[in-house]
T-cell receptor, first 116, second 115 residues
Framework: SAVISQKPSRDICQRGTSLTIQCQVD?????MFWYRQQPGQSLTLIAT?????????ESGFVIDKFPISRPNLTFSTLTVSNMSPEDSSIYLC?????????????FGPGTRLTVL | DQQVKQNSPSLSVQEGRISILNCDYT??????FLWYKKYPAEGPTFLIS?????DKNEDGRFTVFLNKSAKHLSLHIVPSQPGDSAVYFC??????????????FGTGTRLKVLA
């Protein structure tokens, strides 16, 4: 498995501000994913972040709203920009590993964001 | 368009009995399926997976069955324990080894195992 940490674990923010969420992995990984889970909903993929290339965003998500950085193989950030109450969600990063775990995805503990 | 569906939002089962969680998908190109368990305030935890070339995979109390013709998979937990109470998500992998890939999640089923 992979050990993944996220900061902050939770935050309460004001409308119109931005929050940057950090994701740190205990070993080098190629692909990192950012998800959102709105209350009572499924996990929705925001974007895939590969080191050394631009993030790939899913339909309905844009770089201006959710800029992502991936400076190296163990770290990524997701920024939620110009927040509104609709952005209140749990934000999760995840990674996949090679070898026997190739197809398995491991998640961080999540960041619970509340926007007032 | 929800490509992975879990039609039962909740399920209650008596301790010691079998829990059966169901998942349906629409895309025949999915090549790998996974089940995750999620407790409140934690990230999802991988449980068990199955390749599209198989129809069954077993790991301890957990068995996943895949019916490709029906585009249906199920997770069986036997015997169910109170600690199994959580939200269960099925997920499907779309994409290939050489290119990018992604995982599409179902809406989740909340399992409650009654002592």
């Amino acid at each position: 498995s992979a050990v993944i940490s996220q900061k902050p674990s939770r935050d309460i923010c004001q409308r119109g501000t931005s929050l940057t969420i950090q994701c740190q992995v205990d070993s080098q990984v190629t692909m990192m994913f950012w998800y959102r889970q709105q209350p009572g909903q499924s996990l929705t993929l925001i974007a895939t972040a590969n080191q050394g290339s631009e993030a790939t965003y899913e339909s309905g998500f844009v770089i201006d709203k959710f800029p992502i950085s991936r400076p190296n193989l163990t770290f990524s950030t997701l920024t939620v920009s110009n927040m509104s109450p609709e952005d209140s969600s749990i934000y999760l990063c995840s990674v996949t590993r090679g070898g026997r775990s190739y197809n398995e995805q491991f998640f961080g503990p999540g960041t619970r964001l509340t926007v007032l | 368009d929800q490509q992975v569906k879990q039609n039962s939002p909740s399920l209650s089962v008596q301790e010691g009995r079998i829990s059966i969680l169901n998942c349906d998908y629409t895309n025949s190109m999915f090549d790998y399926f996974l089940w995750y368990k999620k407790y409140p305030a934690e990230g999802p935890t991988f449980l068990i997976s199955i390749s599209s070339i198989k129809d069954k995979n077993e790991d301890g109390r957990f068995t996943v069955f895949l019916n490709k013709s029906a585009k249906h998979l199920s997770l069986h937990i036997v015997p169910s324990q109170p600690g199994d109470s959580a939200v269960y998500f099925c997920a499907a992998k779309a994409g290939g080894y050489s290119g990018t890939y992604k995982y599409i999640f179902g809406t989740g089923t909340r399992l409650k195992v009654l002592a």
